[in-house]
């Protein structure tokens, strides 16, 4: 119990050191882009080219390969913030601001791909690309709060403050999330004709299920690859004028 | 009570010496209201059903470039910081700053919409029902628009960041309200609606205040 308790300390507090993390992170970086990648590459070549057709949809429901592991990710992004805003407000911890400002721009654009995706399978399936279902809306609500988040960090002239407001906007809008979702999802069942409940569809079969979640693993890993990359980058940006940065660049 | 009722008579009497500025907001709506009317071809058959809508949006926006000044001139003065270090509780303060604040914006545009619902051709059974959803929808616009303006005092930039910040956070006030709105117009009971409204006021009330707090302590912080 001692010792568990102070490798976690120890650990997490090197993490919460920039050098610290740039040092040890390369290895996992490449090792969650290996894996992850791996685990997409089977995922799709099993949902696109092995998995059984569609008896209503045909082949247009193999998209939802792609676009459920993106609105998953986008929202659990959004959730990750969050808590890394806490953790910066409360314990004024760089990283924590850092990894705001390497995950924002990926949220984003993974909303976006969930959008799109979303908006292509909808038009031979609904027979329109864009419907005001509760999802859909509450998706592109998802969007404009990462704009917000964006905007606002470059918006602020100092770092460090930026860094504060980013963190009380994101535990703002995290707040704000359910009851949007849940006002979104009234107001849909009030005006929406049921036949395009996204939410009341059957159930998915295990042979199409099966490469869903090997996808959804791939990308959950693969996108964390992603954010330590960013964030190594954001650490040599904001870090640029300290000696160990100098060394390591001088070392390449 | 007492940091709550100081708070909101010195702000009030601010805003009534500087009585054009107070105007402001429900001019806009009035004018916006106008130009709606007038680009959707004075033909009155089509803004019947989307009036409600129509209006509440514009209150939305009347009240984003309202509340995007709120901290502007305290901050500029100094007392901004003599409230964040003086006043207790903070709560009590800032929540009289905003209803201050909705007094002279949210307010007047609530008690007037009927007169401005005239130029869009809301039926009078429609405008009781309109104005009730904007008395109980602006202060919600105000609290939570106030966060943004908090995060956003000092950056030297101002409305369309505040708008891009806070406009999300309204969605739910904006389908209860113009869902009541237009419940109404079409001959049903908003009641549902309404109540929907006054919950997300009780629940801005009682949390967005420790937002503007914590959104204006930051602004002090470097």
Redesign the interface.
């Known amino acids: 119990m001692g010792i568990a308790t102070e490798w976690f300390r120890r650990t997490f507090h090197r993490m919460g050191s920039p050098r610290w993390f740039f040092a040890g992170s390369r290895g996992w970086m490449l090792g969650l882009y290996l894996v992850g990648g791996a685990l997409i590459a089977i995922g799709s070549a099993w949902g696109l080219g092995f998995a059984p057709t569609d008896r209503l949809q045909g082949n247009s429901y193999r998209i939802l390969y792609v676009h459920v592991p993106a609105a998953h990710l986008a929202e659990a992004v959004y959730v990750a913030i969050a808590i890394a805003g806490a953790v910066h ?1 409360v314990w004024r911890m760089k990283m924590a601001d850092l990894a705001i400002a390497a995950g924002a721009p990926v949220g984003m654009t993974l909303t976006a791909a969930a959008l799109a995706t979303g908006y292509i399978w909808g038009i031979p399936t609904w027979g329109t690309g864009w419907v005001w279902d509760a999802r859909t809306t509450s998706m592109l ?1 998802l969007l ?2 990462y ?2 988040l964006i ?2 960090r470059q ?4 770092a ?2 930026a860094a ?2 980013v963190s ?2 994101a ?3 995290v ?2 999330i359910p ?2 979702k ?3 999802d ?2 849909t069942t ?1 005006h929406q004709p049921a036949s395009i409940r996204i939410g009341e569809r059957p159930s998915i079969d295990p042979s199409m299920l099966w490469p869903l979640a090997v996808n959804a693993l791939g990308y959950y890993l693969f996108l964390v690859g992603v954010v330590i990359a960013a964030l190594r980058a954001k650490i040599i940006e904001r870090e640029a004028k300290a000696d160990w940065v100098r060394t390591w660049v001088q070392g390449r | 009570m007492n940091a709550f009722a100081t708070q909101f008579r010195r702000d009030f009497a601010i805003s009534m010496r500087h009585g054009a500025e107070a105007m402001n907001p429900i001019a806009f709506f009035a004018l916006a209201a106008f130009l709606l009317g007038l680009g959707l071809g004075r033909s009155t058959s089509r803004l019947d059903e989307a009036a409600g809508g129509a209006l509440w949006v514009l209150a939305l926006f009347a009240n984003v470039l309202a509340v995007e000044g709120l901290f502007g001139r305290d901050r500029e003065d100094g007392s901004l910081e003599q409230l964040l270090l003086h006043a207790k509780p903070l709560f009590a303060a800032l929540l009289g700053k905003v209803t201050a604040h909705w007094m002279v914006s949210g307010l007047p545009i609530a008690v007037l919409s009927p007169l401005v619902a005239l130029l869009v051709d809301v039926p009078p059974s429609g405008m009781f029902v309109l104005a009730l959803t904007l008395l109980l929808g602006t202060p919600t616009l105000a609290l939570v628009g106030a ?1 943004g303006a908090a ?2 005092a000092g ?3 101002g409305g369309l ?1 505040v708008a ?2 806070v ?3 309204y ?2 006030t904006l ?2 309200g113009s ?1 009541a709105a237009m419940t109404a117009l079409g001959g049903g009971d908003p009641s549902a609606e309404l109540l ?1 409204l006054a919950a ?1 006021m009780a ?1 801005s009330i009682t ?1 967005a205040p420790f ?1 503007i707090g ?2 204006l302590r ?2 002090q ?2």
Do not use: Q
């Open positions: 407000l609500v404009f709060l704009f917000g905007a606002l918006a602020v002239p100092r460090e403050r504060l407001a009380v906007l535990i703002v809008g707040v704000n009851i949007i849940y006002s979104v009234w107001f009030l | 966060i995060l956003v950056t030297g930039r960041l891009l910040l406009m999300p956070l969605v739910p389908l209860f869902g929907w997300l629940l949390l937002g914590a959104a930051v602004g912080e470097y």
